[in-house]
Each structure stands twice: as C-alpha cells, then as structure tokens.
C-alpha cells in the first residue's frame, strides 16, 4: 500500500485548508486511515481518522474545526481544516493504521506535504 | 506541550546501547500496552519501529527493542550505529477525556 498527498501548498488565514490522500495498492474496507500533522520543527499531532465500518473520530482540540471526508470509488480520503490560523501551518501526513484492528499505531505513511497559512 | 514526555536529546557512541524514555500517565501509557515508537530522519515520514510496547514489525533491526514500567515506556537501541542517528517520537493510547492518540515531543539521537 502506498498514500501519496496532494492539495493547495499556501491557504489564507481564516480560509478552510483542503488535502487528499490517495491509496495505491489496497483496500480502504478495511484499516483506519489517519492525518497526522507536524509543526516547523515541532512533534506530532494526531488530527483524526477515518474507518469505512467505525466512522470517524478527531482530535478534541481540533474537532470543531476537521471534517474527515472518504470517496471509496477513487481511493481517496481528504481532510478539511476551518478558519485556518498561522498555527495550523504544518506537514500534514495520511497514515494507515498498522493493525486492521486497532487505530494508535500507524505503517505506511505518506511522504507529507507542507501547507502554509499566510496571507 | 506534548502529551507524552520524551528527553530532548541522546547521544551514544558505536556499538553502545541508549535508552529513550517516555512518560505518560494512568490514562494512557500507565493503562494500555499501545505504545508506538516512530524513527524519523529529517525531510522524511515517521516510520514505525515498535508497536504494542514490544512487537517489532517485520523488516526492523532486532538491535531496537522496547519495554514498559508504570507510566514510562522505553525505545533501546543496542549496537548503535551511524544510521540510527534521527528524531524518535513514542506515542500511545489515551482515554482521557476523549478516546485518541497523542505523541511525544520527540528524542533527537546522535551517534558520536
């Protein structure tokens, strides 16, 4: 399986960010499908994920603001982040979970994508 | 601030062995045997070197191992070498407040 992200590289503050992974290789029946995102210089931060049966869960911090959308029939699912600030300016990572079962530990990623909030 | 807390940097020589710490709490590291550990060279996507505490996955080095006492689990790497210079992050489990996953801050490994 391999995850490869795409979308706008620059958003405006208070505008919606708008990224799309898709999937090579695989099946997205099964599996959780994740975006994780990494600050300039800083750790990780789980933002939510997606299951085709268990629907989808998000980060509290985050959960007023990201939608997680799938589109099965082209492989792809896609995160939507409102009212964007400079904070949200990030490497933003798709994920699959490693275990069909379980969803905190996640193998392949996708090689991420740097979006940037400026005006 | 992370959730997780990690030391900032290790350093080792070749051959020696390191240990990264991780330290969480009753909510997540303390409770749940769902640690991960993740090696990330600069540039590039985090892979996956230990999950579930202890379980290697197919095709990582057996020189990294991984282990839990109380709150704090911990990434060994014996035998270090050159190549395993690169950022760590652990992460777990947690049921605080709302079901998730959090991470660690990251550890910053250098081979002397």
């Known amino acids: 399986v391999q995850l490869q992200e795409s979308g706008p590289r620059t958003v405006k503050p208070s505008e919606t960010l708008s990224l799309t992974c898709t999937v090579s290789?695989?099946?997205?029946?099964?599996?959780?499908w994740t975006w994780i995102r990494q600050a300039p210089g800083k750790g990780l931060e789980w933002i939510g994920h997606?299951?085709?049966?268990?629907?989808?869960k998000y980060s509290p911090s985050l959960k007023s603001r990201v939608v997680i959308l799938v589109d099965m029939s082209k492989s792809q699912f896609s995160l939507r982040l409102s009212s964007v600030t400079a904070a949200d300016t990030a490497v933003y990572y798709c994920a699959r979970s490693y275990d069909s079962s379980t969803y905190w530990s996640f193998d392949p990623w996708g090689q991420g994508t740097l979006a940037t909030v400026s005006s | 601030q992370s959730a997780l807390t990690q030391p900032a940097s290790v350093s080792g020589s070749p051959g020696q062995s390191i240990t990264i710490s991780c330290t969480g709490t009753?909510?997540?590291?303390?409770?749940?045997?769902?640690v991960s550990w993740y090696q990330q060279y600069p540039g590039k996507a985090p892979k996956v070197m230990i999950y579930?505490?202890?379980n290697r996955p197919s095709g990582v080095s057996n020189r990294f191992s991984g282990s839990k006492s109380g709150n704090t689990a911990s990434l060994t790497i014996s035998g270090l070498q050159a190549e395993d210079e690169a950022d760590y992050y652990c992460?777990?489990?947690?049921?605080?407040?709302?079901?998730?996953?959090?991470f660690g801050g990251g550890t910053k490994v250098t081979v002397l």
């Open positions: 579930d505490v202890s």
């Open positions: 997606f299951h085709f049966s268990r629907g989808t």
């Open positions: 290789g695989g099946s997205m029946t099964d599996y959780y």
């Open positions: 992460s777990s489990y947690t049921s605080d407040t709302s079901p998730r996953v959090v």
């Open positions: 009753s909510s997540d590291v303390g409770t749940y045997n769902y």
